[in-house]
């Protein structure tokens, strides 16, 4: 079993930056792949970016490369998404999720554990 905690959500001005935090209970956080998602008012759930077991692997969504990064550390049972540039279509509730099977990335199914999200609003 892992719980995860999102924070460092809030409010930001287009352009500005903000780093988001998981954290995870739980001695195998180092077993399980990371993922970020953003669900906005009455849209889907949305796959942001992801990054496995060991960090030596990380995807991105076209939308956020280049402005996003996501990093763990599983001394600390962490793991982070640093968001500049941001845009106010940027605008969601972000939560982590954790799953155990490695394999596709993208899809919300595959990930077996999820945080209760962090709400970011980027003002224009």
């Known amino acids: 079993q892992v719980q995860l905690v999102e924070s460092g959500g809030g409010l930001v001005q287009a352009g500005g930056s903000l780093r988001l935090s998981c954290a995870a209970s739980?001695?195998?956080?180092?077993?399980?792949?990371m993922g970020w998602f953003r669900q906005a008012p009455g849209k889907e759930r949305e796959f942001v970016t992801a990054?496995?077991?060991?960090?030596?692997?990380?995807y991105y969504a076209e939308f956020v490369k280049g402005r996003f990064t996501i990093s763990r550390d599983n001394a600390k049972n962490a793991a982070y998404l640093q968001m500049n540039s941001l845009k106010p279509e940027d605008t969601a509730v972000y939560y982590c999720?954790?799953?155990?099977?490695?394999?596709?990335?993208?899809?919300?199914?595959?990930?077996?554990?999820w945080g209760q999200g962090t709400q970011v609003t980027v003002s224009s």
């Open positions: 999720a954790a799953k155990y099977v490695s394999g596709t990335y993208i899809y919300t199914h595959v990930y077996n554990y």
């Open positions: 739980g001695r195998t956080f180092s077993s399980y792949d």
């Open positions: 990054i496995n077991w060991s960090g030596s692997s990380t």
